[in-house]
């Protein structure tokens, strides 16, 4: 398994021979308004720039995985910039419909039993954020990996700690796990994303799993830095387990 950061929540994912794209927000640096009611509204979105091409990051890409329509999760750019019969998975048949609304024709709703090829994937629940901002924030998904070469893999995408990742940690015992850890907020109603104390949550309940903290620094309103979640893990004890990649970023496991 090899991952690669590539910005925001969006990465790659090499596993069992595939190559698999996550949430592509493709665009260039300050290509949309920054999102409004939230920090930093003089910078536009994303608010820097791709660590490689477009072309580097879609070569060779088996199937796309986009775990709810947010603008920094899937993007005009990435709808143009992806072939139209790539292979591309969505969390419900409401997403999968306005995918294929935009021209895409191979779109397959994520389900418990899933198989891409001979990779087992499997929806995972999640809520993006506590309380009435769930209301606004709207549905969202993760997505575990299997393969009997390959270790398991948990993409909890835009969740924050709650009963419902612990249940899927408890259930599928992942080895890696890759958390939205920016912690981005509005001006008003909590983290949408992971923050230090939902991370460390992850990390005692998987506690010899390697967690990758992704979604940093990229939007404006991102709430928690990667030197700020480094300081957090180092006070912890817990720096060998917690990976806080910059963009461009890979690991092998």
């Given at each position: ?123 995972t629940k999640g809520e993006h ?71 460390y949550e992850v990390h005692k ?11 940093m620094e990229a939007v404006n ?33």
């Open positions: 398994m090899k991952i690669q950061q590539i910005r925001n929540a969006t990465i790659v994912v090499n596993y069992a021979g595939k190559k698999i794209l996550v949430d592509p927000m493709l665009a260039e640096k300050g290509t949309y308004p920054p999102f409004p009611n939230s920090a930093r509204q003089d910078q536009n979105n994303p608010i820097v720039d791709l660590p490689t091409s477009i072309e580097n990051i879609l070569k060779d890409v088996d199937a796309v995985i986009v775990t709810h329509l947010h603008l920094d999760h899937w993007d005009d750019t990435a709808k143009d910039a992806l072939p139209k019969d790539i292979k591309l998975f969505a969390q419900n048949e409401e997403d999968a419909a306005l995918i294929r609304d935009a021209g895409f024709h191979n779109v397959e709703v994520l389900k418990e039993d899933t198989t891409f090829a001979d990779i087992q994937l499997t929806k954020g506590r309380g009435p901002i769930l209301e606004v924030a709207g549905h969202v998904c993760g997505v575990v990996f299997e393969h009997p070469s390959e270790k398991t893999l948990y993409v909890a995408g835009d969740t924050v700690w709650y009963d419902g990742v612990k249940e899927e940690i408890n259930k599928h015992d992942p080895e890696v796990i890759i958390v939205n850890g920016g912690d981005n907020q509005f001006l008003e109603g909590g983290s949408l994303v992971m923050n230090t104390d939902d991370i309940a998987a506690p010899k799993a390697k967690i990758i903290s992704v979604h309103h991102w709430g928690l830095s990667r030197e700020e979640l480094k300081g957090y893990i180092r006070d912890k004890g817990i720096l060998s387990n917690v990976l806080v990649p910059n963009d461009g970023d890979a690991y092998n496991f």
